[in-house]
């Protein structure tokens, strides 16, 4: 099978370089904490960061910013606002990732045992085709009154995903995928996923598929959500699952998403919010972004620095339930930050030593 996303090579000294796309609202100063935490965890990474203004009609800023991704191959992002309904205006999030060719969306939902939620012990892997279905943007008002839009499903791309769904599932021992759909009423569209994912699934004969159509996986995912393991699906139903998923876990705050294509990959929080209304505010959860931010490092290969934040950020979460208001607590941003930071010091003071 092909590799997904090329890892780029590391500089002179075993430093990488990575774009950084701090967003709009919230973006900002979750960049700040990822800044701080790295510093404090001595991480090789030097960022290379682009801002993105959302009120601009031309696209310039765009291809700063694909300029940069493409240099370094690598991104750490913000959700940006699309400020302008102006036709000329592409959304920013949605050009990059079909300019990159960033056609795989992969979302870890895994319970933290610390967040009380509406459902325990979840731990789903969500494959979410990235770059067409109803985010082709081909709209058009073919007369006045009537709006069309088209959603483009190709063999190409939901081969693509379901490949890298039953890779993913056969390298992590996972032992089951579900196709989601919605085949019965839209019979070529989205027929064509699921013939594709059902051709696929042929390859792994000890990986059990199955199919469900997306308004019952929406019910069985509220009420019995552990019977899903490994899901595939286009893009619409991606968001909207993906949310439902985070909601069921602990909300917008907690998880990470990660885009790749074949040469590229952008790291960001898994429901890509921009929480302008709580931004400036210090209560903003971090950890969304500073798990992007690990799932970065991993990709790099920066495996010692990824694990000593990653366990950080799980004692804080789980062992000394230092939570946000979205997880029903009273801590700060930057208590959770600082308590992180804390456990990075304690790390690389015995390190040194
Ligand atoms: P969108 O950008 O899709 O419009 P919002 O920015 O309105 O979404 O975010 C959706 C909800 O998730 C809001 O209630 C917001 O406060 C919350 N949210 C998003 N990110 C975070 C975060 N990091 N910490 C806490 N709450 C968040
Ligand atoms: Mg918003």
Not at 317 to 342: F, M, Y
Request: net charge negative; hydrophobic share 35%; aromatic share 6%.
């Amino acid at each position: 099978a092909r590799r997904v996303a090329a890892i780029p090579k590391a500089q002179y000294g075993g430093r990488h370089a990575v774009t950084m796309l701090p967003g709009s609202g919230i973006g900002p100063e979750l960049m700040n904490y990822v800044k701080e935490v790295f510093r404090y965890a001595g991480v090789p990474v030097d960022f290379e960061e682009v801002q993105m203004d959302p009120k601009s009609e031309s696209n310039e800023d765009l291809e700063y910013a694909l300029t940069s991704i493409r240099r370094n191959g690598v991104a750490l992002k913000g959700n940006i606002e699309t400020g302008s309904m102006s036709r000329g205006v592409l959304s920013r999030n949605v050009a990059l990732r079909n300019e990159l060719d960033l056609y795989i969306n992969v979302l870890h939902c895994k319970s933290y045992p610390g967040v009380t939620a509406r459902q325990k012990d979840i731990d789903i892997i969500i494959v979410r085709q990235n770059t067409e279905g109803e985010y082709a943007m081909l709209e058009h008002e073919s007369v006045s009154g009537v709006v069309e839009s088209m959603k483009v499903v190709t063999s190409e791309n939901s081969e693509r995903v379901a490949r890298y769904a039953f890779e993913y599932a056969k390298k992590n021992g996972r032992k089951k995928v579900t196709t989601i759909h919605k085949a019965n009423i839209m019979k070529l569209s989205d027929g064509l996923f699921l013939e594709t994912s059902r051709k696929i699934a042929s390859d792994y004969p000890d990986i059990e598929h199955n199919d469900m159509i997306i308004d019952n996986c929406c019910m069985q995912l509220v009420s019995k959500p552990h019977q899903f393991d490994v899901m595939i699906m286009t893009n619409l139903y991606g968001t909207i699952v993906s949310n439902v998923v985070c909601g069921l876990v602990g909300g917008a705050g907690l998880l990470s998403g990660k885009n790749y294509g074949d040469h590229y990959a952008i790291f960001e929080p898994g429901t890509r919010n921009t929480g302008t209304a709580i931004a400036g505010k210090n209560i903003a959860n971090p950890v969304a972004m500073l798990n992007a931010a690990v799932d970065m490092l991993e990709h790099l290969g920066h495996h010692y620095h990824a694990n000593m934040i990653h366990t950080a950020i799980d004692r804080t979460i789980n062992e000394d339930h230092i939570h946000t208001p979205d997880l029903g607590g009273q801590a700060t941003s930057i208590d959770v930050v600082q308590n992180i930071i804390k456990y990075l010091q304690e790390t690389t003071k015995t390190s040194n030593w």
